[in-house]
């Protein structure tokens, strides 16, 4: 695949890297945005607060596949009046859009290849974000884990706000999730 990241920070370089290293072609863009118009798929990684001015500087984006990884903390309300930042991008892009990769933590990207049992990345978002979104996220080293369409992105930005407290309560420090199904009895 052809995708274009914006945002070079932890989120979005670590993707990028493991992208290339699994044979994907990786356009990343920073703050001096840029053209995503080859791309099959882009990654928006920012921080909430930026969103609009990154979507702003990058053309080409119309009608695009974008995944969306920012997170709404301490309460921050969605963009344009919208129920979550990933409705924002959909209401501005106008292609096929998932929340994803926004419940894990960056660095443990790198390792979740590794770890003795893949870790799960939670994604809402367009059936028509499906192959792609699923794909990638195999390719970073983790499991898929579908919970809805795109409506259901604002419950998912919010349940951040969980997982960071159960990482701050937590002795082991960073965390991985895992959904696993139970043994037979």
């Known amino acids: ?3 274009t990241t914006i945002g070079r920070g932890s989120i979005g370089g670590t993707l990028a890297r493991l992208w290339t290293d699994a044979g994907h072609e990786v ?4 703050r001096e945005g840029g053209d995503a118009s080859d791309a099959d798929v882009v990654l928006l990684s920012v921080r909430h607060a930026d969103i609009p001015a990154a979507l702003a500087g990058v053309t080409g984006l119309e009608g695009k596949l974008v995944i969306d990884t920012s ?6 309300p969605a963009h344009g009046g919208h129920a979550s930042n990933a ?16 419940l894990n933590f960056a660095k443990l990207l790198e390792g979740a290849a590794q770890a003795p049992n893949r870790p799960d990345n ?12 699923e794909a990638l996220t195999r390719d970073a080293g983790m499991q898929p884990r579908h919970a809805g369409p795109l409506d259901r992105a604002g419950a998912q930005e919010a349940f951040a706000e969980l997982f960071m407290a159960i990482v701050k309560d937590a002795d082991a420090g960073l965390l991985y999730y895992r959904f696993a199904a139970p043994v037979a009895i």
């Open 122 to 133: 939670i994604w809402v978002g367009d059936e028509a974000a499906r192959s792609a979104v």
């Open 27 to 30: 356009t990343t863009l920073g």
């Open 71 to 76: 997170n709404r903390l301490d309460g921050e």
């Open 1 to 3: 695949m052809k995708i």
């Open 87 to 102: 409705e924002f991008v959909k209401a501005t892009v106008g292609g096929p859009t998932a929340k994803a990769f926004n």
